[in-house]
């Protein structure tokens, strides 16, 4: 019994260690890397607690070992966006502008009354209300509604409503994102003067780029990245 009560507060703490490593950004997220990463993590803990034949020892380096692979794939997925989409996948438009993409359903084999219930589930009853829905890589699905279809609508006050693009990152953390550059259909040259007017030259020394709903160029330096100042809030370096 003694035993068994060490064996539990020894792999609790080595699981509570390992929690704390991987990071509240980890575990916010549920993509299928990090499932499996979750439930792995259940079976080993409990491998050495329920057979004594197995020593805590082993049950430890397979629990670290775990964890190691854990931090290499965080690493590797934040220094290749190819990596990243290969082991977490990619967030999916499935309506744009109002039209269902029946190619990107039938490639997520998701049906209609899937799509329906999901829409309802979010309080979009009809796809005319919807701007944009996509599925993310975590497989839950983000809603931009038709301005026109919001509370106090410019439908109903006969506000004309100006057309607006679909916010995307186009550079982060140095990586250039193509396949959003070509959505919004711009080119690296004209990314590359708005990067010139603010004396940047490579895309290392961007943090983050993004395109806003008006098609406007956000350019973030990392020399002017901000960071999170508990004390002081967020401040520039």
């Not at 990245?225 to 520039?236: D, L, M, P």
Request: some cysteine; charged content about 25%.
């Amino acid at each position: 019994m003694l035993n068994i009560l060490l064996r539990t507060f020894i792999v609790y703490i080595a699981v509570l260690f390992i929690v704390r490593v991987m990071g509240k950004g980890e575990l916010s997220k549920l993509d299928p890397f990090q499932i499996v990463i979750l439930f792995m993590m259940a079976e080993l803990a409990a491998l050495p607690i329920e057979t004594p034949e197995i020593s805590i020892l082993a049950g430890l380096t397979a629990l670290l070992s775990l964890l190691l692979l854990q931090v290499i794939f965080s690493f590797l997925s934040l220094k290749s966006r190819a990596f990243k989409n290969l082991v977490n996948g990619k967030a999916s438009i499935i309506i744009e502008k109002g039209k269902v993409n029946l190619h990107e359903m039938k490639r997520l084999r998701m049906t209609l009354d899937e799509l329906s219930q999901q829409l309802r589930l979010k309080n979009y009853p009809s796809i005319n209300d919807i701007d944009y829905a996509i599925i993310e890589a975590n497989g839950d699905m983000s809603i931009i509604p038709n301005p026109n279809k919001s509370p106090a609508s410019r439908e109903d006050l006969n506000i004309s409503y100006k057309d607006k693009k679909l916010p995307l990152i186009l550079i982060g953390d140095g990586i250039l994102y193509l396949d959003n550059m070509n959505y919004l259909n711009i080119s690296e040259e004209a990314l590359k003067r708005s990067m010139r007017k603010q004396g940047l030259k490579d895309y290392s020394q961007v943090f983050i780029c993004f395109s806003d709903e008006d098609g406007k160029l956000h350019i973030l330096p990392k020399s002017e990245a901000r960071k999170f100042n508990k004390n002081q809030g967020w401040e520039v370096e």
